[in-house]
């Protein structure tokens, strides 16, 4: 066991001393190498180089600088009026569209952080030009930003099924069914918050308003259903449907409508690579540190503690979700990917609990660590936008956490919630 308190006790060590986490990684590695082992220090870059490695890992990028693109064009305001036109004259209706919108834009953009600063962009200053409190406005954009990782296509379950060797493609058609439940708990909510308040009364439905934000938002819609038809079709994989991704949201922004410039597009270049080089350097390091750990058997040596513990796999489903909720309230989803998941990953597999189940899990509780301070990453985005102190946000945001909860409780007890989708199109047996 000296190799475990070596590697956790070096890597706690350079976290405290607030040295960015690929680094951290990156030193503990080279440390065991260098006190640990008589391995050559030249495989670093081995590794370094093979975590990179990745045709799959590629569409992390792609898929960034999708959401990007349809970002900067304008398609999100698109979305926002078609989503008001279903929901927005329900009791409460921007705060609806407000997850609405969310849960059309996740269909892009893959990132919670992309859906914040889209949606959050448009619909924060609408609604608390319409009266909505401040805190409660920041909590429903900061929640429905977590969809943006759930329904596909998602970069945490690229990342996910890279480092885990699980399909990336199942992952996705996974996540459809719980995204929809987590949108739908959560406009629950907001409903019944806004009853209670009294936030903005009904509006007037109105079919001919539908129909024309439909006819404007239909080539935005149509990205979604490329990418999710073609996955589940066989047409392409994931790398290259975020590739397409690419090709049509450029096509669209620049011929349609007109949105590109070459002072933007080099803009949305910048913020993608920025986006990109922080996520892959934490991966090819983590690569690195994957090999460390599996060298020295760590996996190995936590499995019997674990199954000591408990032989029960929803048990231990529900035991790695508190370990993962409060590691998410420290820790960076990647980080938390690339040091805490493999440990609880050899245990779900020694259990024969399903990766395709134990993978979601592991998305819900990123996506509730994405919602709770002080390393929330949405939490950031949404208190600039809004204004508002973290605390009133987090005080607000509690029952729509409570949904992502819900969620999680649904998929760990009940696998066909996850599974469904996957068997009935073929691709999962």
Not at 123 to 143: C, K, N, Q, S
Not at 398 to 422: D, K, N, Q, R, Y
């Amino acid at each position: 066991m000296s190799s475990v308190w070596f590697v956790f006790g070096t890597m706690a060590l350079f976290l405290l001393m607030n040295i960015p986490v690929a680094f951290a990684l990156g030193l503990t590695a080279m440390f065991f190498l260098m006190f640990k082992t008589t391995v050559p220090l030249s495989i670093i870059v081995q590794r370094l180089y093979l975590g990179a490695d990745s045709f799959p890992l590629l569409a992390a990028p792609l898929f960034i600088l999708a959401g990007n693109l349809m970002n900067e064009s304008g398609m999100s305001d698109r979305l926002v009026d078609f989503a008001s036109a279903i929901v927005g004259h329900i009791q409460g209706g921007l705060a609806a569209v407000n997850v609405l919108t969310s849960m059309l834009f996740a269909g892009i953009s893959g990132s919670s952080m992309a859906d914040t600063a889209a949606v959050g962009g448009v619909l924060i200053p609408a609604m608390i030009e319409r009266g909505y409190p401040r805190d409660f406005t920041a909590a429903v954009t900061a929640a429905s930003s977590t969809i943006g990782i759930i329904i596909p296509p998602s970069v945490p379950m690229i990342l996910y099924g890279v480092f885990m060797q699980v399909s990336v493609t199942t992952l996705f058609i996974a996540g459809i069914i719980p995204g929809i439940l987590v949108g739908l708990a959560q406009i629950a909510v907001a409903y019944i918050i806004c009853v209670r308040s009294g936030y903005e009364p009904p509006t007037t439905f109105s079919w001919r308003t539908l129909l024309q934000s439909t006819i404007d938002a239909l080539p935005v819609l149509v990205l979604p259903l490329i990418i999710l038809g073609g996955i589940m079709g066989g047409v392409f994989t994931p790398t290259e449907a975020a590739a397409v991704a690419v090709v049509y949201a450029f096509l669209l922004g620049a011929l349609v409508y007109k949105a590109f410039d070459a002072k933007r597009l080099f803009k949305i270049l910048l913020t993608s690579a920025e986006t990109t080089g922080s996520v892959m350097i934490v991966i090819a390091v983590a690569s690195l540190l994957g090999w460390i750990l599996a060298y020295a058997r760590i996996p190995q040596l936590l499995v019997g503690p674990f199954l000591n513990m408990t032989s029960n796999p929803t048990a231990f489903m529900w035991v790695a979700s508190v370990i993962l909720i409060i590691a998410g309230t420290f820790l960076h989803g990647t980080a938390m990917l690339v040091i805490i998941v493999p440990l609880l990953g050899a245990v779900a597999k020694a259990m024969a609990i399903d990766p395709i189940q134990f993978g979601m899990v592991v998305i819900l509780n990123w996506g509730i660590g994405q919602q709770t301070p002080p390393v929330g990453s949405a939490l950031f985005i949404t208190c600039s936008l809004a204004k508002v102190d973290m605390a009133e946000l987090t005080r607000a945001n509690i029952p729509f956490i409570g949904t992502l909860l819900l969620v999680l409780a649904l998929v760990i007890h009940f696998p066909s919630i996850v599974l469904f989708v996957p068997r009935l199109v073929g691709i999962y047996g």
